[in-house]
């Protein structure tokens, strides 16, 4: 007997996608448009790589308090560049995306490799490396009061003194325009839904939610409080309302487009210029 599929689960970056642009969300719900169009940079990559080093780093499984140097840290980037503990499936998987990225342009992947090296060592110099977290790069999911289903794959939940508990989302790109913690609750909706997340799962009380910019040692966030739970679950509610009436997921034209994957299959992406490509990170060997 075929098993019945679950309820639908809706993350709060497609959610956001869908804000911004109906026409993008579509695509990105298309596994055969997506897999055409979908252009991996080499700034998602070096996030993935810094993502798998941080999540063994914190492990007191895989990296005891007493290995938890700065030599070590390095390493794991190296690691995870290359997949190296990753399952076999993974493992081809990471290198074919490197591959993908960065083709025969060892010059290229070299420079990138030193800037993940550098983002590590600027959070190296401001962490505490005695965290245990409560859960690492786990994926969550909670049901809404309406029986909508969020989810998401969430970076660090740490467990503080008072036993309520803190969401950590690494961030290896540029500062927020505003980081004033009343600014950040109001346009984010990502850590808002986590905190909905973890408040539903566990029944614990979220005291602080943060974004870690790891170029630029900086933390940001927010307390949020029931009140503003309850708002971000509404317009959660709304956007998925949204989303299941839509026939016709129009583009809608907003900054990113010129970043976009889906340009050249867009009704209005053909009068856009795409954007330039400036590389930042400095030439030097990995």
């Known amino acids: 007997?075929?098993?019945?599929?679950?309820?639908?689960?809706?993350?709060?970056?497609?959610?956001?996608?869908?804000?911004?642009?109906?026409?993008?969300?579509r695509c990105?719900?298309?596994?055969?448009?997506?897999?055409?169009?979908?252009?991996p940079t080499p700034e998602q990559f070096v996030g993935t790589c810094v993502h798998d080093a941080l999540e063994v780093f914190f492990d007191v499984r895989r990296t005891p308090m007493g290995q938890r140097t700065r030599e070590h840290l390095a390493n794991l980037l190296r690691r995870a560049w290359a997949g190296v503990d990753l399952t076999s499936r993974r493992?081809?998987?990471?290198?074919?995306?490197?591959?993908?990225?960065f083709g025969d342009d060892r010059e290229n992947e070299a420079a990138y490799g030193k800037?993940?090296?550098?983002?590590?060592?600027?959070y190296f110099n401001i962490t505490d490396r005695t965290v245990v977290p409560y859960t690492a790069e786990q994926f969550h999911e909670t049901a809404l009061p309406s029986g909508i289903v969020v989810a998401g794959k969430i970076d660090r939940i740490d467990k503080m003194p008072d036993?309520?508990?803190?969401?950590?989302d690494y961030k290896t790109g540029k500062l927020p325009f505003r980081t004033d913690d009343e600014s950040v609750a109001k346009e984010d909706l990502q850590l808002s839904t986590y905190a909905i997340v973890v408040t539903g799962k566990y029944r614990l009380p979220v005291s602080r939610c943060v974004l870690v910019f790891l170029a630029h040692d900086r933390e940001v966030g927010f307390c949020p409080t029931p009140e503003l739970?309850?708002?971000?679950?509404?317009?959660?509610?709304?956007?998925?309302?949204?989303?299941?009436?839509?026939?016709?997921f129009?583009?809608?034209?907003?900054p990113l487009c010129p970043w976009c994957d889906y340009r050249e299959i867009c009704p209005i992406g053909k009068d856009i210029a795409p954007a330039d490509r400036v590389r930042e990170t400095p030439d030097v060997p990995f």
């Open 1 to 25: 007997m075929a098993m019945r599929a679950g309820p639908k689960k809706h993350y709060p970056t497609a959610l956001e996608t869908y804000r911004d642009c109906p026409f993008k969300y």
């Open 229 to 248: 739970l309850e708002e971000k679950a509404r317009v959660i509610e709304e956007t998925v309302r949204q989303i299941e009436a839509d026939r016709e």
């Open 28 to 39: 990105g719900q298309d596994p055969e448009i997506k897999e055409k169009y979908r252009r």
């Open 250 to 254: 129009a583009p809608r034209e907003n």
């Open 115 to 122: 800037h993940g090296l550098t983002l590590l060592d600027r």
């Open 91 to 101: 493992r081809r998987e990471r290198e074919e995306e490197r591959r993908r990225v």
């Open 163 to 168: 036993g309520s508990l803190k969401v950590v």
